[in-house]
T-cell receptor
Framework: GENVEQHPSTLSVQEGDSAVIKCTYS??????FPWYKQELGKGPQLIID?????GEKKDQRIAVTLNKTAKHFSLHITETQPEDSAVYFC???????????FGSGTRLQVQP | EPEVTQTPSHQVTQMGQEVILRCVPI?????FYWYRQILGQKVEFLVS????????KSEIFDDQFSVERPDGSNFTLKIRSTKLEDSAMYFC?????????????FGPGTRLTVL
């Protein structure tokens, strides 16, 4: 089955800096890669996703890149703000299966 | 904005007791899921449900677990005889349709504590 590795486990940045979180996956059949943000006491919130037919997707300060050959994808947050502080999870699946396989999470702390 | 809701937010039970966790998915969604997250660990898939039947389940989802859509709005997860290791956050999720879109929207979770 699919295995998703995520790093770093914790990341501390200064407000205004960029943050990058990286994930690798094992199943070459995976073709859908969402990113979730989880705040304390809440459920995961979908923030951006990418499908295997594109290499990059942007939404304001958030971007995701995908390298299918290397089987890795990354989340980039620019101009970080204190409210970006949360745990971020990457996930992968192939749309035939639907079950998401999650990475282990990255705790991002943005220092004001 | 439509959202997935779950009740209760926290459930405490004794080992061996049955629990039912409830979810109301987003109203026009067709696929429903349960995931769990043991404290400090990654989110793990349990089961997916479509067209009134299980479409996929993980190794975690053994005979102690069952799911049901008893009416047009609720989606439930039953654990027949809880074990200590069932203590976790349980998240319900839903997604809209078949095809390449698989955006899953999660509820706030139910924290299950088995004593």
């Amino acid at each position: 089955g699919e295995n998703v590795e995520q790093h770093p486990s914790t990341l501390s940045v200064q407000e205004g800096d960029s943050a990058v979180i990286k994930c690798t996956y094992s199943d070459s059949a995976s073709n859908y890669f969402p990113w979730y943000k989880q705040e304390l006491g809440k459920g995961p919130q979908l923030i951006i996703d990418i499908r295997s037919n594109v290499g990059e997707k942007k939404d304001q300060r958030i971007a995701v890149t995908l390298n299918k050959t290397a089987k890795h994808f990354s989340l980039h947050i620019t101009e970080t703000q204190p409210e970006d502080s949360a745990v971020y999870f990457c996930a992968a699946t192939d749309t035939g299966r639907r079950a998401l396989t999650f990475g282990s999470g990255t705790r991002l702390q943005v220092q004001p | 904005e439509p959202e997935v809701t779950q009740t209760p937010s926290h459930q405490v039970t004794q080992m061996g007791q049955e629990v039912i966790l409830r979810c109301v998915p987003i109203s026009n969604h067709l696929y429903f899921y349960w995931y769990r997250q043991i404290l400090g660990q990654k989110v793990e898939f349990l089961v997916s449900f479509y067209n009134n039947e299980i479409s996929e389940k993980s190794e975690i989802f053994d005979d102690q677990f069952s799911v049901e859509r008893p009416d047009g709005s609720n989606f439930t997860l039953k654990i027949r005889s809880t074990k200590l290791e069932d203590s976790a956050m349980y998240f319900c999720a839903s997604s809209a349709s078949s095809g390449v879109t698989n955006e899953q929207f999660f509820g706030p979770g139910t924290r299950l504590t088995v004593l």
